[in-house]
C-alpha cells in the first residue's frame, strides 16, 4: 500500500505537473489538461477502494479474467463485486438528481 501524500502537491514541487481530483465530474477536465500538458503529470484521484477502474468499453474476457483475479486474491472480493455492480448500474440508468 502507497501511503497518503499529496501526490499532485509532490510532483509541482520537483517542476512537474498535477492536480488532485476528489469529483467525478472534473474527472474529465482533469485527463484533458494531463495529456495537453508539456511535462510529466500527476492525476491523483480520490476513488472507491471497493470500485476498481474498469475501463469504459471492458471486454467480456478481461471481465472474466478481473473476476477470476478478484475471487483469487481480495479478501473484499463480496464488497468490491457488490459496489462495482452498483456503479455500473449507476452509470446505464438515468440519474434521478
Known amino acids: 500500500m502507497l501511503p497518503d501524500v499529496p501526490y499532485a502537491e509532490f510532483a509541482r514541487s520537483i517542476g512537474l505537473d498535477?492536480?488532485?481530483?476528489?469529483?467525478?465530474?472534473?474527472?474529465?477536465?482533469?485527463?484533458?489538461?494531463?495529456?495537453?500538458?508539456?511535462?510529466?503529470?500527476?492525476?491523483?484521484?480520490?476513488?472507491?477502494?471497493?470500485?476498481?477502474?474498469?475501463?469504459?468499453?471492458i471486454t467480456l474476457k478481461q471481465a472474466r479474467h478481473f473476476l477470476g483475479a478478484l475471487a483469487k486474491g481480495d479478501p473484499e472480493a463480496g464488497n468490491v463485486l457488490v459496489d462495482t455492480a452498483r456503479e455500473l448500474v449507476g452509470s446505464i440508468l438515468p440519474s434521478k438528481k
Open 18 to 57: 498535477g492536480i488532485r481530483i476528489d469529483d467525478p465530474e472534473q474527472v474529465g477536465p482533469a485527463w484533458d489538461r494531463a495529456l495537453a500538458a508539456d511535462r510529466p503529470f500527476v492525476l491523483d484521484m480520490v476513488t472507491d477502494p471497493n470500485v476498481p477502474p474498469l475501463p469504459p468499453h
